[in-house]
Nanobody, 123 residues
Framework: VQLQASGGGLVQAGGSLRLSCAAS????????MGWFRQAPGKEREFVAS????????YYDDSVKGRFLISRDHAKNTVYLQMRSLKPEDTAVYFC?????????????????WGQGTQVTVSS
């Protein structure tokens, strides 16, 4: 499975961005996908995840009500719509894919990772 993330950029606080992650290869092995982020000098942290079949979603408390994760089966793509962005949302965002049915917040549960896309929120 290969994952290609895109959509990052520079935005002012309060603005919006939509990230995309397109999966290719053995996509039938994917049962859930997630987004993680890593800010400079910090560890990678969970943002949101979604089950591929039933669209169950799971969010970190820091993004609940501001971010929305969704998926498009036909395009093998998962999206992260980010609204009301804050400077603390600045990070490299990574998408990940897992064969586990339940969406997880644990990075070790994901076998496949994209290359990351930079999101910078200015104050």
């Amino acid at each position: 499975v290969q994952l290609q993330a895109s959509g990052g950029g520079l935005v002012q606080a309060g603005g919006s961005l939509r990230l995309s992650c397109a999966a290719s290869g053995r996509t039938l092995s994917i049962n859930s996908m997630g987004w993680f982020r890593q800010a400079p000098g910090k560890e990678r942290e969970f943002v949101a995840s979604i089950s591929w079949s039933f669209s169950r979603t799971y969010y970190d408390d820091s993004v609940k009500g501001r971010f929305l994760i969704s998926r498009d089966h036909a395009k093998n793509t998962v999206y992260l719509q980010m609204r009301s962005l804050k400077p603390e949302d600045t990070a490299v965002y990574f998408c990940a894919a897992s064969s586990n049915l339940a969406p997880s917040s644990a990075a070790p549960m994901y076998s496949y990772w994209g290359q990351g896309t930079q999101v910078t929120v200015s104050s």
